[in-house]
Nanobody, 113 residues
């Protein structure tokens, strides 16, 4: 089982970035998936989660209205669309499969002018 995240990057404040996480080795469509992030000197925190069907999503208060989690079960991929990015969104972002306790390798997102 494996989760492979796309590259993050450097984005200016107010900009957008989409992360993707490709899953392999398990029946992806049955599994709820999440995105977490960890900023320097802070604990890893939940950003967003989505159920297996993609019909139910949840977001941290800090990203509501700016971030959108989605999935394409035909591609075994979960996405995190990040809009109106702020410097405080700077962190390493991880995708996570709860049932397996499986983390992606993490990808750095830096929001700075």
């Amino acid at each position: 089982v494996r989760l492979q995240e796309s590259e993050g990057g450097l984005v200016q404040p107010g900009g957008s970035l989409r992360l993707s996480c490709a899953a392999s080795g398990f029946t992806f469509s049955r599994e709820p998936m999440s995105w977490y992030r960890q900023a320097p000197e802070k604990e890893r925190a939940l950003v967003a989660s989505i159920n297996g069907y993609g019909s139910n999503t949840n977001y941290a208060d800090s990203v509501k209205g700016r971030f959108t989690i989605s999935r394409d079960n035909a591609k075994n991929t979960v996405y995190l669309q990040m809009d109106s990015l702020k410097p405080e969104d700077t962190a390493v972002y991880y995708c996570y499969a709860l049932r397996f306790g499986l983390w992606g390798q993490g990808t750095q997102v830096t929001v700075s002018s």
